[in-house]
């Protein structure tokens, strides 16, 4: 089974950036979809990115813009790059290895990886 781990996080000020890594420990040219989620104190975790094996992306209205989801096959990783960061980004961040249904939804998977964190603030 394949296992992910996210690495990137940090303490950035509102207007910053970060680039998050998702590495697995397998090939992931196999893996259907991958995503990026995140879960902020006291809230549910949410779907921020996902990303299809054949590269079609979508996100959440509120990361639109300013996020940016890719895949390395070759390289087993997935990246989020995220620009103009704002206080209500910060969260904890997860990837996923999911699949994409037949209306587009992204469906998560049961592999995780262990979070990495995010603190936007002045």
């Known amino acids: 089974q394949v296992q992910l781990v996210e690495s990137g996080g940090g303490l950035v000020q509102p207007g910053g950036s970060l680039r998050l890594s998702c590495v697995a420990s397998g090939s992931i040219i196999s893996l259907d979809a991958m995503g990026w989620y995140r879960q902020a104190p006291g809230k549910q975790r949410e779907m921020v990115a996902h990303?299809?094996?054949?590269?079609?992306?979508d996100y959440a209205d509120s990361v639109k813009g300013r996020f940016t989801i890719s895949r390395d096959n070759a390289k087993n990783t997935v990246a989020l790059q995220m620009i103009s960061l704002k206080p209500e980004d910060t969260a904890v961040y997860y990837c996923?290895?999911?699949?994409?249904?037949?209306?587009?939804?992204?469906?998560?998977?049961?592999?995780w990886g262990q979070g990495t964190q995010v603190t936007v603030s002045s």
């Open positions: 996923n290895a999911g699949r994409v249904d037949l209306i587009g939804r992204y469906v998560p998977g049961s592999v």
């Open positions: 990303i299809s094996s054949g590269g079609s992306r």
